[in-house]
């Protein structure tokens, strides 16, 4: 079967792709393997997927070419988004931070998307596994599945990345590159819960379930947001974000007062409630069982505020303000949003998502080196890095 585009991979960034394409006219055809659409999209934000973000910017993106994420972004903004759901009369609300989610579910995106494939003739082939892709003499792509051989003038690698192989993620797009001798940087589980080591995993599991405010630092990088204590370690939005940036034996500092000065607190407590216990001065800020749990931790016994002395004080507040915690791993690719890494950048033009040296190879979305943060960002690259493959192709 002879086709202008083929796009593989169903996913947010393909069906875009695929949409773009066929408005142009162009004979267009998707392949996935899944038997259905946008599994990630489905499953994404509880099931109401965290579409986009008001505040996208290029600075919230990790990429070894900090530039090249500019050009798509800003030719297919979050605002361009936003007018097509609002078109389909899909109801969103915003979260803290900007994070747009859908009122109901998150297959109001997948239909809006296939709706839009389906309104310019676009083809989709599921179950559909890839066996081999060629670049023919002609400059023609042939691409052999488990159905049918296809052959195009453009091919868009809509694949994704590593994270979540559990919905079908895997390696295609990596060794695709490879075979055309693209350079593929590492990769690793990007905003993924972190793992800890067993002196502190297990009296922690032990007040698992408990959620607050922190600030969390790694690598000149801070984010604060919500961290959430788990039977395998630290999750939350905080610890999702600074698992971006944090490496392997790198300590994270965790400021579990972010939102006042704990120092003065305390100093006030101890001159007007010199007989309250050490326990119930801190279960006044942090969850009892918490609070019980820390102060073991860092080696203190319960006694009234007024025994405290100058470097017990000292001690407290540093161990409050900045928490050293020396994470053990990270969950893996099994939990993570996204995948660091990927297809080199420097290959791929920034404007339209072709490889420079191959003509008529695209790829998008979370297969290249570029990863967003948490709320909304990774979307909005697979939304605009699609988009501009789709209107190249």
């Known amino acids: 079967m002879k086709v202008d585009v083929i796009v593989i991979g169903a996913g947010a960034a393909g069906l875009m792709a695929a949409s773009k394409s066929g408005e142009r006219g162009r004979k267009t055809i998707v392949l996935d393997h899944a038997k259905r659409p946008g599994k990630k999209i489905l499953i994404s934000g509880g099931g109401r997927c965290n579409f986009t973000n008001y ?130 940087l590492p990769t690793k589980a990007g905003l993924v819960p972190l793992t800890l080591h067993p002196e502190l995993k297990e009296p922690l599991a032990e007040v698992s379930g408990v959620s607050m405010p922190v600030s969390i630092s790694a690598n000149n990088i801070t984010f604060s947001e919500d961290m959430l204590i788990t039977h395998r370690g630290l999750s939350g939005p905080a610890v999702l974000q600074i698992s971006s940036y944090w490496d392997n034996g790198d300590i994270a500092s965790i400021n579990l007062y972010p ?75 099994r939990t993570a949003e996204v995948t660091i890494g990927g297809v080199n950048t420097d290959q791929i033009s920034s404007k339209t998502m072709e490889v420079k040296s191959i003509s008529g190879l695209y790829f998008i979305g979370e297969a290249l080196d570029v990863t967003g943060w948490l709320g909304g960002y990774n979307f909005q690259w697979a939304w605009s890095s699609g988009f501009v493959a789709g209107k190249n192709v």
């Open 259 to 333: 939102n006042g000065n704990f120092e003065s607190l305390l100093k006030e407590a101890i001159s007007s409630q010199t007989n309250v216990s050490l326990k119930n001065f801190l279960s006044s800020i942090f969850a009892k069982r918490f609070a019980e749990k820390f102060i073991q931790l860092i080696g203190f016994e319960n006694i009234p505020l007024k025994q405290l002395g100058h470097r017990k004080q000292a001690l407290l507040i540093e161990s409050i303000n900045n928490w050293q915690v020396k994470p053990a791993g990270t969950e893996g690719y």
């Open 55 to 184: 505040y996208i910017e290029p600075e919230k993106y990790l990429c070894e070419n900090p530039h090249f994420c500019k050009s798509a972004l800003s030719q297919y903004t979050q605002w361009d988004f936003i007018s097509l759901i609002e078109k389909y009369k899909i109801s969103y609300h915003e979260k803290p931070l900007g994070q747009l989610f859908c009122d109901d579910s998150a297959k109001a995106i997948v239909s809006m998307l296939v709706a839009e494939c389906e309104k310019n003739a676009v083809e989709f082939s599921f179950q559909t596994d890839i066996q081999k892709v060629l670049k023919l003499d002609d400059g023609n792509f042939l691409v052999k599945t488990s159905k049918s051989d296809y052959q195009c003038e453009s091919l868009v690698i809509a694949t994704g990345g590593l994270s979540m192989p559990k919905l079908g993620a895997t390696s295609f797009a990596y060794k695709l590159a490879k075979q055309f001798s693209l350079e593929v």
